[in-house]
């Protein structure tokens, strides 16, 4: 089952759309970045990665994605001519309003498929804020993460190394040239320095990627081929579509349906909303 572009909601006439989302009241959005990747992998790497496996979560369930777009924040590559970076109050004025519009399809839940660190804490604060506005559910499902935990020898969590290679073989494999791989920064000094912003409990906030790798990237695209890299955007999407649904069960439990308003719990003021025209 390999990709599915006729799940993107711009390539849907209306009707079709709609009757998707009103059927399954779920929509799936995708996050990237067009950041540098060395020589070897495109700009829209981050991007195509969440394409693919946002298609692939999007027909398990029978619905759509509504990609945000290719850009994401990403600043800290910007020394790098040709990354593209959004303020993260753009990126979450993007979601916010895209969430706005699969609210008023029918759309209940939202998992959103991101493949890029750089995102992730706006992507919770603009999340919160759909949530409170438009009534809907977000989940986020942090694909890279997935990809190297299933995964975690095959799939380094590198930047533009075997994990994110075999994200863009899955999604084009005529967009990698490892003949044209540049300079790779030292991988066990590349791994450290990651690992300093990947810390959870006191960590730094990543200023500029030199401060990871001097040349842009690390480690090992080659370990990455095209079968398996099929194979593993396929387990990636499956374990997307099954904590979703452990989640959705858990929460529909923990709260009975009628006890939130269906249109928003919460103004963004903090007092309840109970009438949308007040709004
Ligand atoms: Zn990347």
Redesign the pocket.
Known sequence: MPRHPERLIERLAQPAAAAMIAATKVAVVATG?V?Q?GGHLPLG??AFAASSIAERVADRLDTLVACLGPVGVAHYHLAWPGTLSLRPSTLAAVLVDVAGGLAAAGAARIIVVNW?EGNTPTLRLASDEAQRMHGVQVVIAESHVITHTLFPQEMEFT??GSM?TAAVLAYDASLVHLDRVSAASDRSAGEVAHGLFRRPDVYPVLRDFHQVAPTGWYGRPELASEERAEQIAEAVADHVVARAREIWAALADAVPADAVPADAAVRADGTAATDRAHR
């Open positions: 970045s950041e990747h790497t981050d890029h930047h533009a994110e």
